[in-house]
């Protein structure tokens, strides 16, 4: 997220997640956040994809931590999504092709998921560039980049193998460019990231 926001953009990535045992649930993760920074006002941003028939937010779950070893195993979770939509709030992106129906007593269409729910809006002047990608074209499209490279002939280097690197490095990450930001594939190709 730090690579491909300016600094203006009050979005900061938290590293909570990163030394716990196991990912948060979506309420319990935001439940810790609130813990531990009681001065910021969370929002989490979901595309509209989120709200069609077949998904329903308020049946989202979390850890029930007063579950013990020898407890029925389906009581290790517990339907905690209309506390979260009663206690956050929700930013929705407009996705292609996951349109919400509106209606005169409900014109954008959120009401009946939540009060808290409303539309991310840009500021004046500026627009919000809408597509359609996901992490598992990211992957997909980096796979197939990297069986291409497989079984296209390397260039030999003679500069220590670094000529070799580069090569590499651009092949690796072909097919995402003008898709992903230029600082998110240089991060990529720094941490190696869907690599070979």
């Keep these: ?61 979390s850890a029930n931590w007063n579950w013990k070893p020898g407890d029925p195993e389906e009581e290790k979770v517990i339907v905690t999504g209309a506390r979260m939509l009663e206690e956050f709030r929700f930013l929705i ?52 980049a990297r069986r291409r490279c497989a079984n296209s002939p390397r260039k030999q280097g003679n500069h220590g193998g670094l000529e070799e690197k580069s090569v590499n490095h651009s092949r690796n990450y072909f097919g995402l460019d003008g898709l992903v930001p230029a600082a998110v594939i240089a991060y990529m190709g720094r941490r190696g990231l869907y690599a070979y």
Excluded at 4 to 18: F, K, N
Excluded at 123 to 134: A, P
């Design 1 to 61: 997220v730090n690579s491909c926001v300016t600094s203006d953009l009050p979005v900061t990535v938290s590293d909570i997640e990163c030394f716990a045992d196991s990912s948060f649930y979506t309420y319990d993760l935001l439940c810790s956040l609130r813990i531990r920074h009681p001065e910021a006002d969370f929002s989490f941003i979901i595309g509209s994809d989120w709200l069609q028939p077949g998904s329903n937010l308020a049946s989202w779950t």
């Design 93 to 144: 992106i407009r996705r292609p092709g996951y349109d919400v129906p509106t209606t005169a007593e409900d014109p954008t269409g959120l009401l009946r998921f939540g009060k808290n729910l409303s539309w991310l809006r840009m500021k004046d002047g500026q627009t919000l560039v809408e597509g359609n990608l996901s992490s598992t074209e990211v992957r997909r499209r980096t796979a197939l």
